[in-house]
C-alpha cells in the first residue's frame, strides 16, 4: 500500500536506527530523505542505520562541519549532508541538485539534516520529521513528495 504520510513512534535509539536500516534495504538509487528536527531529535541515528543498511563499514558521523559525507563502500552511495550551519543562499551555491540527479556523481541515497535550509527540493523526496519526546522516545512524520514510494512494510 503506498502512503503520502504516516506518523510512528520510535521508542528508543535503537528504533530509529533500525528505521534506517529497514529503509536502506529497499530504497532504490536516487532516494532523497530530507530529514527535520531539532537537536537530538536522531537525525544523525536514522543515517546511521540507513549506513548499516546499506552495508557500510566506515563509522557515519554528522557532517556538521565537513557539510558532506560520501560513503561509497556500500550497496548503493550514501551522501549525508548537514545544513545546520548554513543560510538558504550558502546552501544554493554548494549545487546540491549534483547528489540527486546521477550527473556528476553516482546515484545513491542523499539524506540531509537540517533540510528546511534548501530553498529548493527535488521533485521527488521522502521528508521525516523527527521529534523527541519527554518520555524519551521519537515520533517520526514520513511525507512522500512527488513520485516518492514509500510503502507500509517499509516502516
Keep these: 500500500m503506498k502512503l503520502e504520510s504516516h506518523t510512528i513512534v520510535l521508542p528508543d535509539a535503537e528504533a530509529t536506527r533500525e528505521l534506517g536500516r529497514?529503509?536502506?534495504?529497499?530504497?532504490?538509487p536516487g532516494s532523497v530523505i530530507l530529514l527535520e528536527g531539532d537537536l537530538g531529535s536522531g537525525k544523525t541515528t536514522l543515517v546511521q542505520g540507513l549506513g548499516e543498511g546499506l552495508g557500510i563499514k566506515d563509522p557515519i558521523v554528522s557532517p556538521t562541519f565537513t557539510?558532506?559525507?560520501?560513503?561509497?563502500e556500500g550497496r548503493i552511495p550514501l551522501y549525508h549532508l548537514d545544513l545546520y550551519r548554513l543560510e538558504p543562499p550558502e546552501v544554493?551555491?554548494?549545487?546540491?541538485?549534483?547528489?540527486?540527479?546521477?550527473?556528476?556523481?553516482?546515484?545513491?541515497?542523499?539524506a540531509i539534516e537540517w533540510s528546511e535550509r534548501l530553498s529548493y527540493k527535488p521533485n521527488?523526496?521522502?521528508?521525516?520529521?523527527?521529534?523527541?519526546?519527554?518520555?524519551?522516545s521519537r515520533q517520526a512524520q514520513f511525507i512522500?513528495?512527488?513520485e516518492f514510494q514509500l510503502e507500509v512494510y517499509q516502516l
Design 22 to 28: 529497514n529503509l536502506a534495504q529497499s530504497l532504490p
Design 67 to 72: 557539510l558532506i559525507n560520501e560513503y561509497l
Design 92 to 110: 544554493e551555491a554548494l549545487n546540491l541538485e549534483a547528489y540527486w540527479e546521477g550527473i556528476e556523481f553516482p546515484l545513491g541515497i542523499v
Design 124 to 136: 521527488n523526496y521522502l521528508q521525516i520529521g523527527l521529534t523527541y519526546q519527554t518520555d524519551g
Design 144 to 146: 512522500a513528495k512527488g
